[in-house]
């Protein structure tokens, strides 16, 4: 049986700090905080997606990268779409 794939806070930081280029400080713990508190413009964002994209294998249709607005919205989104990759 395949280990089911977590997307968590960890690996949402990973991709601000080492792709978006945010210091860890900024970014913080408190997955509450929305992309737009930390500063990112939607060129920002589109490279979270891509990063999202490249490691999961999955893309995030436009309509839902609007629904998405803070980091607990992008781990539950890729955490839901993993699960429906399952």
Avoid: H
Avoid at 44 to 55: G, H, P, S, T
């Amino acid at each position: 049986m395949a280990t089911q794939q977590q997307f968590s806070m960890e690996d949402m930081k990973d991709i601000l700090v080492n792709r978006v280029g945010l210091p860890a400080e900024t970014v913080g713990d408190d997955p509450s905080k929305s992309f737009e508190e930390l500063g990112l413009d939607s060129l920002a964002f589109v490279e979270i997606q891509l990063a999202v994209q490249q490691q999961y294998g999955f893309t995030i249709a436009d309509e839902d990268a609007q629904e998405i607005q803070t980091m607990q919205d992008a781990i539950d989104y890729t955490n839901r779409r993993l699960q429906e990759q399952g």
